[in-house]
């Protein structure tokens, strides 16, 4: 999942989100649902301008790839589990991640307070169990294109919490919200209409709901600076909660290894290496390096990359409803996500 988080001015949109704010603990990172991973990065400016060519590649690479994981959760889940795969996704990239930081940095690098783990713990199970882990599970049911418009819906929700945490968000912002909503309405009509499975609808809402709680919470309370340490514990601690739920919910037994199809492992080793390594680093080299209003437009960007590609190799089908209210909620989403970045916005806080 790629979605946007809570707009702020310091910050860039993200179920597959994504956004940086200044805290107590460094500035915070935050990627999408289906894409995988939030942490916190150090409030750092490179030495040199990079070239636009490398903006423009780093771009191409969160555009294409995080667009593209909900195809990739789709084909996964169509021969393996839902949580066990989500699980097997984190668990590999988390170690991955981690034991590049062990070679290259060496121990020290992994080292945090048991303040930070708990948190790191904390806001990767909100993120990657209840964001990513129900989108994966959502989408047994609702197509991959379906599933990345519902989850664009992120950054409205990160509005209203908020909202609810006593910032005053402007009237702009309330009305892409009001106009996101009605857009998820004309996206939900299908499963009204018993076209889609009702139920897939709500797990992926609900998913959308924990991402925007995850990214709310980790502006507040104290991340670890690193931010490959923080990805690779959140990654870790999502994992595993995957794979509790997956063994509660019992989706081990029966499960045999020889019968899951080639295109699902390619799938599941494709969200690991580019949805949840190569896109992530891509991201965070340009929080470091464009401005933040241009690495934001991945966030509109996403959704029309995953509904194409589910058209094109799976033939899902592009339905008036899906058009329309695809383009409500990125209308809604680009009111938002334009209106907390313009420059009176930082003067209120």
């Known amino acids: 999942m790629t979605a946007p988080t809570e707009p702020r001015p310091a910050e860039a949109s993200g179920i597959e989100a994504s956004g940086v704010e200044a805290s107590g603990s460094g500035t915070s ?12 990065v150090e409030d750092a400016r490179p030495a040199s301008r990079p070239s636009s060519g490398a903006v423009w590649l780093a771009l191409a690479v969160v555009y294409v790839v995080w ?34 930081l062990l ?44 599933a990345a418009l519902l989850v664009a819906a992120v950054p409205l929700w990160m509005v209203l919490l908020t909202a609810a945490g006593g910032e005053r968000p402007r009237r702009a912002e309330l009305a892409g919200v009001l106009l996101g ?61 995957d794979l509790l739920i997956g063994l509660v919910r019992g989706e081990h037994q029966g499960l045999d290894l020889g019968a899951v199809s080639g295109r699902s492992w390619l799938s599941l080793a494709y969200l690991v290496l580019f ?3 190569l896109a992530f680093t891509a ?30 190799i799976l033939a899902e089908p592009l339905t008036w409803s899906t058009l329309a209210g695809g383009a409500i909620v990125v209308a809604g989403v680009c009111l938002v996500v334009s209106v907390s970045r313009s420059p009176g916005r930082s003067g209120r806080r």
């Open 29 to 40: 990172l935050t990627k999408s649902p289906a894409g995988g991973a939030v942490a916190p």
């Open 67 to 100: 667009g593209s994981t909900y195809l990739a959760i789709r084909i996964t889940v169509e021969t393996m589990p839902s949580f066990l795969s989500a699980s097997a996704r984190f668990l590999t990239a988390g170690l991955l991640l981690a034991g590049y």
């Open 103 to 146: 070679v290259r940095q060496g121990p020290s690098a992994l080292r945090v307070s048991p303040r930070e783990f708990g948190s790191a713990a904390l806001v990767g199970v909100l993120l990657l169990t209840g964001g990513n882990g129900l989108v994966v599970l959502g989408e047994t049911s609702v197509p991959s294109g379906l």
């Open 181 to 241: 909503l009605v857009g998820l309405g004309v996206l939900s009509a299908p499963a009204i209409g018993g076209d889609v499975a009702p139920a897939g609808v709500v797990l992926i809402v609900c998913a959308t709901l924990c991402w925007a709680s995850g990214s709310f919470a980790s502006k507040r309370i104290t991340m670890p600076r690193n931010v490959l340490a923080a990805s690779a514990y959140q990654m870790l601690a999502g994992g595993l909660a």
């Open 275 to 277: 949805g949840s390594l």
């Open 283 to 312: 991201y965070a080299w340009l929080l470091r390096s464009a401005p933040l209003t241009l690495v934001a437009t991945y966030a509109y960007v996403n959704p029309v990359v995953a509904v194409l590609l589910g058209w094109m």
